[in-house]
């Protein structure tokens, strides 16, 4: 996933990135920077990636002992536990590092934005918290 988002330069430079056809419950007008809150959940997403593997054994232990046709002896309940238990944490390690991404794009983006505006003389504003 690192591989393709740097060297693939994923979203590819020149073409369009809708942001809400790709997070689409994405609320930009909650009292913060847009770019902060996605460095924010893409933190967020990766230290919940990196640890969730230790927490599902014990998720289904509980599970296990609070709901009575649940086995994990049972080889059809086994596979579904290996699956969630690998592929939750890798999923939500590849959204941590797609919002970090994404949140580096707009962030260059308001910069260059920033240094034209003061190129073509404008004077930014102090926004208040």
Do not use: C, Y
Request: charge should be positive; avoid cysteine; hydrophobic fraction near 50%.
């Amino acid at each position: 996933m690192v591989i393709t988002l740097r060297f693939g330069r994923w979203p590819l430079p020149g073409r369009s990135f809708n942001i809400w056809t790709n997070l689409p419950f994405f609320n930009p007008s909650v009292h913060m920077d847009v770019v902060q809150k996605l460095h924010r959940d893409a933190a967020v997403n990766g230290i919940f990636g990196l640890t969730l593997p230790f927490f599902v054994p014990a998720v289904l232990q509980l599970v296990v002992q609070f709901v009575d046709p649940i086995s994990l002896t049972n080889p059809h309940t086994l596979v579904w536990s290996v699956t969630a238990w690998a592929f939750l944490p890798a999923s939500l390690i590849m959204r941590g590092l797609a919002l970090s991404r994404i949140a580096n794009i707009l962030e260059s983006k308001q910069k260059r934005a920033l240094a034209k505006a003061l190129e073509d003389g404008w004077v930014p504003v102090q926004q208040s918290a």
